[in-house]
């Protein structure tokens, strides 16, 4: 189990796909001890039905916290600005300003904050946290749906519980 952890908008959506099967419940509590979501990210879950509430219930029952830049000290907003405008540069296109918001402030917030995980389902993400992001302090990893079965196939077969 990871300490910390920021999912975004995009995994809850597919995780919380499903009424019958609640992997977004289920799953990412057993991953992480701490769970942190950007606002922004929270706000862009608007459906299906079954992912929001699982979200929900996840955030009531306090397993996922709801952050926000407007809320770190001074300091850390001025990192996190700085974050958050040199990944714009590349991962947010002018024309679509909305599109990668969420993964954009997230990966801020969580370079800011020191969160090592980024739960997300962007395939080819690592490559640009690894270029604008990573140097040895702080790094960021991305964790995608696929690292999340292979954790819960090993804690299967293992025998290991949360």
Known sequence: MIDKMIIDADLCIKLGGSDRHRFLYDILPLMS?????????????????????QLTALISERRVIIVN???LKAQDRIVYNATYQKLARVMIDPVRPSKN????????YAKTTGIPFFATDERNLQPIIDTLLNT??????????????????NRAYSGKTA
Do not use: F, Q, W
């Not at 040895?136 to 292979?150: E, F, L, P, T």
């Open 101 to 108: 918001k969420g993964e954009v402030c997230s990966l801020a």
């Open 33 to 53: 001890r701490n769970i942190y979501m950007h606002t922004h990210a929270h706000s862009e879950v608007m459906m299906p039905s079954s992912a929001v509430r």
């Open 136 to 153: 040895g302090k702080d790094d960021i990893s991305c964790i995608r749906i696929i690292d999340i079965i292979h954790m819960a196939r």
């Open 69 to 71: 830049d407007t809320e």
